[in-house]
Nanobody, 133 residues
Framework: QVQLMESGGGLVQPGGSLRLSCAAS????????IAWFRQAPGKEREGVSC???????????NYVDSVKGRFTISRDKFKNVVFLEMNSLKPEDTAVYYC???????????????????????WGKGTQDTVSS
């Protein structure tokens, strides 16, 4: 089975940066895309960013409006790792961040448009991101 593991979370001051990693193992050739979600205490889970193959070696990326211009998603295909570079962090970015993927292809626009309710099949256990002074 596909397994996902997040890392890189921690405590950072407002305006600081964190780089999250999502490492995939198992039959990784079946993985066509990765989406990042987050959930803050007392809040619903929301989609944050997404990267997905669109053929010819190209990928589409997308971001929820609140992180556009601050977060960047990328991948290292050789190492089967997807990164989420988070810059200019705000206290409202504090949450547990999860990476996830699905057995079937998924369009990033749809994943993010459905918030945190898009049906993904494989999830990491999450990594805590705390933005505080």
């Amino acid at each position: 089975q596909v397994q996902l593991m997040e890392s890189g979370g921690g405590l950072v001051q407002p305006g600081g940066s964190l780089r999250l990693s999502c490492a995939a193992s198992g039959p990784t050739s079946d993985i066509k895309g990765i989406a990042w979600f987050r959930q803050a205490p007392g809040k619903e889970r929301e989609g944050v960013s997404c990267i997905h193959d669109v053929g010819r070696g190209d990928s589409e990326t997308n971001y929820v409006d609140s992180v556009k211009g601050r977060f960047t998603i990328s991948r290292d295909k050789f190492k089967n790792v997807v990164f989420l570079e988070m810059n200019s962090l705000k206290p409202e970015d504090t949450a547990v961040y999860y990476c996830a993927t699905a057995q079937s292809p998924f369009p990033c626009q749809v994943v993010l448009g459905r918030g945190g309710h898009y049906g993904m099949d494989y999830w990491g256990k999450g990594t805590q991101d705390t933005v505080s002074s």
